[in-house]
């Protein structure tokens, strides 16, 4: 029995007593298993009354909240078993590290004692680096002891590495050029996306801009560099926590249209906004106030809601991708399960529940430029699915405009026909009478034929307009100028109630390949307009409207000139827009230039130009003699 109470003794002994890390010719060094740790029973406790203290290989002993506002102290033995002197540096990241003092002891005394953290940036390390250095010499076979008293939330562990000078020289220029691809790349996707909103005024682009600069000033000041380049400014390390999520938040609810969507969860994310902003700002305060046990239970609460808020975000995108078969959703939904697989990493670390060797900073660093340049391209793609919406809901206005104007259409038809059907009824009744009276000859017979096929054919002429008015189809075809014109013309009769003045110049026939429903639209607006302008006109004054045909080699150019009441000049710079009309409600809408200009200018590539004095307003219309060929419009 006391043969292993011994045994047990020993083993307890051996695995409680502090290791010492022997150094000889390597670079570098994990410290992690050599070091030991005790609760620090004042804040301005010294080496000295160390002694007689009880030291652990873990800090779980005061990792509770009542030990939060409490430093703690690091020991480490170093013994050099090489026969020449050795120099190191004991590196260590600059994250959640409040205060540290650093304390190198050889043979009991201090000879080294150095201040560094977040409030106390020792201004005099080495390299200039962002991380923090501390210096140590050891000589030959001899054994040093380096202890650290820390602040910071005390269940982060806070990892050394001892290295060689030549081991950070390599490591900084690796180190440097990867954190300045990762920076670039943040700047150059922040710039791209602000660009974009200039352009198109979508909001999603502007909280995208937002949320990529704070994730930038967020990594940042995990790494150091605020307190390397922006020591006065290092409060907003904490900000960007806040800042980074709002706007995350933001760009969710509105590149996935959770308002409208899922508006209970756009509800539950407003909350989350709320949070995160009245967090921050309290971790800001009793940072300042250096009340650490409030910090921590902020720290602890903020990092078990974010499980909270990964979840909610990952599962609305899963729902909404593969539910409701949203493609926008479907690309999120994989790289936002990548990035919070990782990030769920951190917290873990950094509440100390798991202890992965792994470096999850950088990863997760790694996976943010990623996501960003992933969320940019699709942002492109998103622009793609705008630009195709716009065009659908163009085309829809251009075929609603024309079924607006079906009563009036059911009128020209009426009209147009009403006086042929008058005609074929006035030769079948002298046809009939003709016969009864047996003065029906073979040539009246044949004469009587001729007129009743004359008009027919002048009826089916009109239906073929009316036709090409609201063709559905849209293929090119091959047709004349005069034909166009016209057939317009036949339409625009009805309207033409004062019996306006049209002019035709002919014009030798010129063929063109476009899409004449597209061309008979435009022309009827133009001329419409002209008569409306015309019709507000002195009944004594004489009133026309010109319509004359150009060409160039490439190019057939339409001009509708009227001599009618004129364009005022201060609105002329608003006559193409939508909804915007001097007419009467009940007589126009304001689309029809509007219309006009998105036909000739968007969808055939030509031109529309309007100018106009007091008495004469002229409209060009620059069409191409060919028009290729499009998919969709």
């Given at each position: 029995?006391?043969?292993?109470?011994?045994?047990v003794?020993?083993?307890?002994?051996?695995?409680t007593m502090?290791k010492?890390?022997?150094?000889?010719?390597?670079?570098n060094?994990?410290?992690?298993?050599?070091?030991?740790?005790?609760l620090a029973k004042?804040?301005?406790?010294t080496v000295?009354?160390l002694s007689?203290?009880?030291?652990?290989?873990n800090?779980?002993t005061?990792?509770?909240?009542?030990?939060?506002?409490?430093?703690?102290?690091?020991?480490?033995?170093?013994?050099?078993?090489?026969?020449n002197?050795q120099?190191?540096?004991?590196k260590?990241?600059?994250?959640?590290?409040?205060?540290i003092?650093?304390?190198?002891?050889?043979?009991?005394?201090?000879?080294?004692?150095?201040?560094?953290?977040?409030?106390?940036?020792?201004?005099?390390?080495?390299?200039n680096?962002?991380?923090m250095l501390?210096?140590?010499?050891?000589?030959a076979?001899?054994?040093?002891?380096?202890?650290?008293?820390?602040?910071?939330?005390?269940?982060?562990n806070?990892?050394?590495?001892?290295?060689t000078?030549e081991?950070?020289?390599?490591?900084?220029?690796?180190?440097?050029m990867?954190e300045?691809?990762f920076f670039g790349?943040?700047?150059?996707?922040m710039l791209y996306?602000?660009?974009?909103?200039?352009l198109?005024?979508?909001?999603?682009?502007l909280?995208?801009v937002?949320?990529?600069?704070?994730?930038?000033?967020y990594f940042?000041g995990?790494?150091?560099?605020?307190?390397?380049?922006?020591?006065?400014?290092?409060?907003?390390?904490?900000?960007?926590?806040?800042?980074?999520?709002?706007?995350?938040?933001?760009?969710?609810q509105?590149?996935?249209?959770?308002k409208?969507?899922?508006?209970?969860?756009?509800?539950?994310?407003?909350?989350?906004?709320f949070?995160?902003?009245?967090?921050?700002?309290?971790n800001?305060?009793?940072l300042k106030?250096?009340l650490?046990?409030?910090?921590?239970l902020?720290?602890?609460?903020?990092?078990?809601?974010?499980?909270?808020?990964?979840?909610?975000i990952?599962?609305?995108t899963?729902?909404?991708?593969?539910?409701?078969?949203d493609?926008?959703a479907?690309?999120?939904?994989?790289?936002w399960?990548?990035?919070?697989?990782?990030?769920?990493?951190l917290p873990l670390q950094?509440?100390?529940i798991?202890?992965?060797?792994?470096?999850a900073?950088?990863?997760?660093?790694?996976l943010?430029?990623?996501e960003?340049?992933?969320?940019?391209?699709?942002l492109?793609?998103?622009?793609?699915?705008?630009?195709?919406?716009?065009k659908e809901?163009?085309r829809?206005?251009?075929?609603q405009s024309?079924?607006?104007?079906?009563?009036?259409?059911?009128t020209?038809?009426?009209?147009?026909?009403?006086?042929p059907?008058?005609?074929?009824?006035?030769?079948?009744?002298n046809?009939?009478?003709?016969y009864?009276?047996q003065?029906?000859?073979d040539?009246?017979?044949?004469?009587?034929l001729?007129?009743?096929?004359?008009?027919?054919?002048?009826?089916?002429?009109?239906?073929?307009?009316f036709?090409n008015?609201?063709?559905?189809?849209?293929?090119?075809?091959?047709?004349?100028?005069s034909?166009?014109?016209?057939?317009?013309?036949?339409?625009?009769?009805?309207?033409n109630r004062?019996?306006?003045?049209?002019?035709y110049?002919?014009?030798?026939d010129?063929?063109?390949?476009?899409?004449?429903?597209e061309?008979?639209?435009?022309?009827?607006?133009?001329?419409?307009?002209a008569?409306d302008?015309c019709?507000n006109?002195?009944i004594?004054?004489?009133?026309?409207?010109?319509?004359?045909?150009?060409?160039?080699?490439?190019?057939l150019?339409?001009?509708?000139?009227?001599?009618g009441?004129?364009?005022p000049a201060?609105?002329m710079d608003?006559?193409?827009?939508p909804y915007f009309?001097?007419?009467?409600?009940?007589?126009?809408?304001?689309?029809?230039?509007?219309?006009?200009?998105m036909i000739?200018?968007?969808?055939l590539?030509?031109k529309v130009?309007?100018?106009?004095?007091?008495k004469?307003?002229n409209c060009?219309?620059?069409?191409?003699?060919?028009?290729?060929?499009?998919?969709t419009?």
């Amino acid at each position: 029995m006391l043969k292993i109470l011994l045994f047990v003794s020993l083993c307890f002994t051996h695995f409680t007593m502090a290791k010492t890390l022997e150094t000889n010719q390597k670079q570098n060094y994990e410290t992690k298993e050599y070091i030991q740790y005790t609760l620090a029973k004042e804040l301005n406790e010294t080496v000295e009354k160390l002694s007689n203290r009880t030291w652990t290989h873990n800090k779980k002993t005061f990792n509770s909240l009542k030990y939060t506002n409490h430093a703690y102290w690091a020991k480490l033995n170093i013994k050099n078993i090489a026969n020449n002197n050795q120099k190191y540096y004991l590196k260590a990241e600059n994250q959640f590290t409040y205060k540290i003092d650093y304390y190198l002891v050889k043979n009991k005394k201090i000879v080294k004692h150095i201040t560094d953290g977040v409030i106390s940036k020792n201004p005099n390390r080495e390299f200039n680096a962002n991380h923090m250095l501390f210096p140590l010499v050891i000589e030959a076979n001899t054994e040093v002891e380096v202890y650290f008293k820390i602040r910071n939330y005390n269940k982060i562990n806070i990892n050394f590495s001892l290295v060689t000078q030549e081991y950070l020289i390599d490591y900084y220029q690796t180190y440097n050029m990867i954190e300045g691809i990762f920076f670039g790349g943040m700047l150059l996707m922040m710039l791209y996306n602000l660009f974009l909103y200039a352009l198109f005024r979508i909001r999603a682009y502007l909280y995208y801009v937002g949320y990529v600069f704070w994730v930038t000033v967020y990594f940042i000041g995990l790494f150091g560099f605020s307190q390397r380049y922006f020591e006065s400014q290092t409060y907003l390390f904490h900000l960007s926590t806040a800042c980074f999520f709002v706007f995350l938040t933001l760009f969710v609810q509105s590149i996935l249209k959770l308002k409208t969507k899922l508006p209970t969860i756009h509800k539950i994310l407003n909350f989350f906004i709320f949070y995160f902003i009245a967090s921050t700002l309290l971790n800001v305060y009793v940072l300042k106030v250096e009340l650490f046990i409030y910090a921590q239970l902020i720290f602890n609460i903020f990092f078990s809601m974010l499980f909270i808020f990964a979840i909610i975000i990952i599962g609305s995108t899963y729902y909404l991708a593969y539910v409701k078969n949203d493609n926008i959703a479907k690309f999120y939904s994989v790289i936002w399960s990548l990035l919070a697989l990782m990030g769920m990493f951190l917290p873990l670390q950094y509440l100390n529940i798991i202890s992965i060797d792994i470096p999850a900073d950088y990863i997760f660093q790694f996976l943010t430029l990623v996501e960003v340049l992933f969320f940019s391209f699709i942002l492109a793609y998103n622009i793609n699915l705008i630009e195709n919406e716009k065009k659908e809901q163009e085309r829809l206005l251009v075929q609603q405009s024309k079924l607006a104007s079906m009563g009036e259409v059911i009128t020209m038809i009426a009209h147009q026909w009403r006086q042929p059907l008058s005609e074929i009824n006035g030769t079948v009744l002298n046809l009939d009478i003709d016969y009864h009276k047996q003065q029906l000859t073979d040539k009246k017979f044949t004469n009587y034929l001729d007129s009743i096929e004359l008009t027919t054919e002048y009826m089916s002429q009109t239906i073929d307009d009316f036709m090409n008015y609201f063709k559905h189809n849209k293929e090119l075809e091959e047709f004349t100028v005069s034909q166009l014109i016209t057939g317009t013309l036949n339409l625009v009769a009805s309207t033409n109630r004062q019996q306006i003045n049209i002019q035709y110049m002919e014009h030798p026939d010129i063929t063109i390949v476009s899409y004449r429903s597209e061309l008979i639209q435009s022309l009827l607006i133009v001329i419409n307009n002209a008569i409306d302008a015309c019709s507000n006109q002195d009944i004594s004054t004489e009133t026309r409207i010109l319509i004359s045909v150009k060409t160039t080699d490439k190019q057939l150019i339409l001009s509708i000139e009227d001599n009618g009441s004129g364009i005022p000049a201060n609105i002329m710079d608003n006559i193409y827009d939508p909804y915007f009309t001097t007419k009467h409600k009940a007589k126009g809408t304001g689309l029809g230039l509007y219309i006009l200009k998105m036909i000739i200018e968007e969808n055939l590539k030509g031109k529309v130009e309007i100018t106009s004095s007091k008495k004469v307003t002229n409209c060009n219309l620059y069409i191409p003699i060919t028009v290729k060929k499009r998919n969709t419009f």
